[in-house]
C-alpha cells in the first residue's frame, strides 16, 4: 500500500513515515520550505521522496490514503485533490491507533515539561533489557540516531502530545493512544492558541486519565498541584503511583550535577515506597532530569521489571539530541544547543547548566518561536528567565507579524527591561553579532534556545570559534 504523508518535516511525522515504512508501506512525504534537523536527517537515511506540495503529486500517485500533520489546514492543494479523489485522511496519531495499538501495549508519557527526555529514556531501558519495543519520540535518541524504532514486540513506547491531531481531528494527539502505563510529569498552561485556560488543558489531561486501561498504572509527580488535582478526579479503576522530591511513593533524596571534561555526569539518591534508599547514574543534567529519571523507575518497576538491571541501563542512556546538547567544547568556551521554550523550562535549564558549569558569563541565544511564545502570553516570565544570562540575543521567529499586535510578544520591550536590569541584550537582525564574541572571558557559556535548531547563528559562531581556537577570546 502506498502512503502520502502531507506536512512530513515535523519530528512526529518523519518518524511516523519512519514506522510506515517499517510496516511495509510505500512512503511518499510533501513539506513546504526546507527541512530541518533532525527531521531532515531521518528522512534522508530513508531515502523517503519529499515533494515541493501540488495537487498533481496526489493525482498521479494515487495513495491509498493520506497521513495529514496538524499543521496543515483544510485549503491546503492536496488536501483538496484527495477530497476530489475520495482518499481516506488520517492524523498521524490515528495512524498509530490503527496499525501498530492492535498487537501491543502502550506506555504513554506526557506533560509539559520533560516528555520526550522521559520517553526516550523508558524505550532505551526496555530495548537495553532485551524487551521487543517499538516507539515514537519527539527527538533524536542518541543511542539509536533516529526517534522511531520498529520490532515485533509487546511494548509500544509513546510521547504523548497534548496539541490537537488535525484539523479533521481536534482532539489531543495523546487521547489515541489507550495507556497501559501513563507518566505524568508537569502540568503548566501552555499552547495559548488552542487552550484558552489552565482549566482546558486540565480537562485534556483528566481525558487522557480515562483511557487509561483497567488495571493499568499511572506514575505522576505529586508536588504538581494542576496533577494531583487532576488525578484526585480520575477513575479508580488503574493503580497510582507518585514521585517527587519531599513527597511522593519516590523520592530524589539528592543529586550532584557535575561538568567533567565536556560532559555532565550525575549522581543521585532516592527512596522508595518501603523507604529503602538506593542510589543512580546518568549521563543527563540537573534536577529536572534526576526527577524524569525517577519517574521512569517508578514506572519500570511497576511493570515487574527488577530495579538492579534498569539502573544499569540507565548509565548507559545518552540522551536525546537537542536537549543540553554540548556542541563544542574548549579550556575556554563551552556551546550548547537546546529545546527549552516555555519560560519554566527556560528558567530551570538555565539554571542547572549554569549550576553544573560554573561559568565566567553565560550568553544566550533566544528565539520565542511556538505558537505560544509569539504571543505576549509569558512576556513578563520571559523577561524574568532571561535575565539569568549576562549577555541575550533573541531572534525574531516567522511569521510573528501574522500575530495580532496587540496579543505578540514585544521583543523590543525585554530588550528594553533587560537593559535597565543590568543585562547586555540584542534583537539579532543579521548584524554581525560575532563582534559580542570577540572579548570572552575564559570559561565562556554560550546557550542557543529554541523549538527549532538554529542553524545559520550556530554555523557562524561554531566556525568564529574553531578558528579562534588557539587564541584568545
Request: with cysteine.
Amino acid at each position: 500500500m502506498r502512503v502520502y504523508f502531507v506536512g512530513i518535516g515535523g519530528i512526529g511525522m518523519s518518524g511516523v513515515a519512519g514506522l510506515a515504512k517499517s510496516l511495509g508501506f510505500e512512503v511518499w512525504g510533501s513539506e513546504r520550505g526546507p527541512l530541518h534537523p533532525p527531521s531532515s536527517e531521518i528522512l534522508k537515511i530513508l531515502n523517503i521522496p519529499v515533494l515541493e506540495p501540488r495537487k498533481e503529486n496526489i493525482h498521479s500517485l494515487k495513495p491509498h490514503f493520506l497521513v495529514v500533520g496538524n499543521t496543515i489546514s483544510r485549503d491546503h492543494p492536496e488536501i483538496e485533490e484527495a477530497f476530489k479523489l475520495n482518499l481516506p485522511l488520517l492524523s498521524f496519531p490515528d495512524f498509530i491507533k490503527c496499525y501498530l495499538l492492535p498487537e501491543r501495549e502502550s506506555l504513554v508519557v506526557a506533560g509539559t515539561h520533560g516528555k520526550t527526555t522521559s520517553s526516550a529514556l523508558l524505550a532505551h531501558i526496555l530495548k537495553d533489557l532485551g524487551e521487543g519495543v517499538t516507539f515514537l519520540v519527539g527527538g533524536m535518541l542518541n543511542n539509536f540516531q533516529r526517534n522511531y524504532h520498529f520490532e515485533q514486540g509487546k511494548w509500544l513506547v509513546l510521547e504523548g502530545d497534548e496539541y490537537p491531531s488535525a484539523f479533521f481531528d481536534i482532539k489531543a494527539k495523546f487521547l489515541h493512544y489507550e495507556p497501559y502505563g501513563l507518566i505524568l510529569t508537569s502540568l503548566e498552561f501552555d499552547h495559548g492558541d488552542v487552550y484558552k485556560d489552565i482549566f482546558s488543558l486540565k480537562e485534556a489531561f483528566g481525558d487522557l486519565l480515562k483511557r487509561v486501561k483497567r488495571r493499568g498504572i499511572v506514575v505522576y509527580n505529586e508536588e504538581d498541584p494542576n496533577l494531583k488535582e487532576i488525578i484526585s478526579l480520575a477513575p479508580q479503576n488503574f493503580r497510582k503511583v507518585s514521585y517527587g522530591i519531599d513527597k511522593g511513593d519516590y523520592k530524589l533524596v539528592e543529586y550532584k550535577s557535575l561538568f567533567v571534561d565536556g560532559v555532565f555526569q550525575t549522581q543521585c539518591l532516592a527512596e522508595d515506597p518501603q523507604g529503602e534508599r538506593f542510589s543512580f547514574q546518568h549521563q543527563l543534567l540537573g534536577l529536572h532530569n534526576s526527577l524524569n529519571i525517577l519517574s521512569v523507575i517508578a514506572l519500570m518497576e511497576n511493570l515487574g521489571f527488577d530495579r538492579t538491571r534498569i539502573l544499569q541501563a540507565i548509565k548507559r542512556f545518552k540522551g536525546v539530541k537537542r536537549r543540553q546538547e554540548i556542541i563544542f567544547y574548549n579550556e575556554r568556551v563551552c556551546l550548547i544547543d537546546d529545546f527549552a521554550h516555555h519560560p519554566t523550562a527556560v528558567t530551570i535549564t538555565l539554571r542547572e547548566i549554569q549550576k553544573a558549569i560554573n561559568p565566567s558569563q553565560t550568553i544566550l541565544f533566544f528565539e520565542p518561536r511556538t505558537n505560544t511564545s509569539k504571543r505576549k502570553i509569558f512576556q513578563e516570565e520571559y523577561l524574568k528567565a532571561l535575565h539569568s544570562a549576562d549577555i541575550v540575543f533573541l531572534k525574531i521567529p516567522p511569521n510573528l507579524d501574522k500575530i495580532p499586535l496587540q496579543d505578540r510578544i514585544d521583543l523590543e520591550y525585554i530588550v528594553k527591561n533587560l537593559k535597565v536590569r543590568g543585562r547586555e541584550a540584542f534583537i539579532l537582525d543579521g548584524r554581525n553579532f560575532l563582534n559580542n564574541l570577540r572579548a570572552l572571558p575564559p570559561k565562556s557559556l554560550i546557550i542557543f534556545m529554541s523549538s527549532v535548531y538554529m542553524e545559520e547563528e550556530i554555523k557562524k559562531v561554531l566556525t568564529f570559534l574553531e578558528g579562534n581556537e588557539e587564541g584568545t577570546f
